[in-house]
């Protein structure tokens, strides 16, 4: 009867600890994910400015180009 409650304590250690190992690597994964996610908004506002400048003559490129970065 020891051996079974001691078996059953220690599977029940185990559970919580896969469970806590599993949380941990979610976590990590869904900052990754937000981090991914921020990258790609980041690359799409620049591939916007990057459409936004080829329309620009050059004389009014630095103009731009301050207005812009006063927006960040």
Known sequence: ????????????VGAVYGLCRLSGALARQQERLRHVQQERKEDEQMDEIMRRVGRINDADLPKFLRAEADKK
């Not at 009867?1 to 029940?12: F, H, I, K, Y």
Request: proline share 0%; with cysteine; aromatic share 8%.
């Open 1 to 12: 009867m020891m051996w079974t409650a001691l078996m059953l304590c220690l599977a029940g």
